[in-house]
């Protein structure tokens, strides 16, 4: 090994970064069995399909609203205390969601399970920084974004083979011994010597406006998306608007604000994290769009549509560790542009698609998507996280965060656009559309050549 060659990382490094992705991987995997299991929940407790939503709804908008809180909770306690703290709330919130009996209930306890989310998503790539050194940080990152994207992957597979067996209190239910097992193993391994966070007060004012903000936000979006009555969109957007602008005014020369705009007026971090927003709300179109794209316009069977789904999935989670060790060696800038322009051209390859494209030419264009999104994701995060100083980790852990779910809530909202506007037809024009946010992305990635 030559003199400049970084040591390799050590057996109790692994074993920190195996006991903190254990939550990531169960934070990943709930958030799809959930999707599947809605039929199967409003079945049993008697309830609509729209009101069944809300067992979804309340966990994104708990973690939407609290991740940038808890991120500034990460900087002014440590990353490890709000992480341990939200495995915690994550693991007894699944065990009660599991002993619902009222989708009130229900939904109340998986919102309170989205804090607890919100606490783990919020520094878990800050804890990343602080086990790997700078030149191993893109490993780290790849790692993690592998695991999160085989818990999106499996989660429609292990929710299926479970509801064949089970009742679906037990999808929630054996989160729960996995998560205390995951809780003790990380109280083991995370590190505790966390460097000294800063010594100004916490404000729970800035945490309460942030997360009012956030949570209208995305409710915004939805709205919107619903074509809801113009009286309930304006009072959310001015909701959001008005908690926003007092956010920014309250937190104005405080060291560290909750909303991280001293670390958005760093050119590289900004856009990066606005790259990540691009890609994100490519990845919600695609998601949402996709299945009734193959199924009612190309008339493709429910088992080919699963196959072709499964491919964009696999194809990430193996590209993830590889492009986490490119990171380390080539610009993010360089490896995110090209990713995102392939992701761009298969998105554009699916959405031209006609009904007498082989089943091979579909999947082709949907490997490219996978390769495209795996090449951004790990130096994407390698970005964010290096081009912010180390006292502010959490607070740009919670961005990363932010951005994901931001992003995916904006193309599920658009998909439901297309829908309204354009009747059948709305899923090949959210395909399209997601071409043009993944174009977009790519454009943003590679003007980071010129950021400093």
Known sequence: MSADTPPAPNRLQWMALLSLLMPVFLGSLDQSIANMALPAIGAALQSTPAESVWVVHAYQLAVVALLLPLAALGDRWGARKVFLLGMVLFNLAALASACATQLEWLAFFRAIQGVGAAGVMSVNLALIQGIFPPEKLGRGAGINALIVGLGYSLGPTVASLLLAVLPWPWLFGLQAPLGMLGFFWAWRYLPRNEPAKTDVPYDPVLALLSAVCFASLVFTLSAVAQQKGLAVVLAALGLMLGSGGWLLLRQRGHAAPVLPVDLMRRPLFSLSVFTSLSAFTTQGLAFVALPFFFQQQLDRPPVETGVLMSVWALVVALM???????????????????????????????????????????????????????????????????????????????????????????????????????????????????ALTAGLGAVLSMARLRAR
């Open 320 to 434: 993830a560790p590889v492009a986490g060790a490119l990171s380390d060696r080539y610009p993010p800038a360089i490896l995110g542009g090209a990713g995102l322009g392939m992701l761009s051209l298969g998105m554009f390859g699916l959405g031209v698609s006609g009904a007498e494209v082989p089943f091979g030419v579909m999947a082709l264009c949907m490997a490219l998507c996978g390769v495209g999104f795996g090449l951004f994701q790990s130096p994407n995060l390698r970005a964010i996280m290096a081009s912010a100083p180390a006292h502010r980790a959490s607070g740009a852990s919670g961005m990363v965060a932010l951005a994901r779910l931001t992003g995916q809530a904006t193309g599920a909202a658009l998909v439901a656009l297309s829908f309204n506007l354009f009747g059948p037809l709305g899923a090949g024009h959210a395909v399209m559309l997601g």
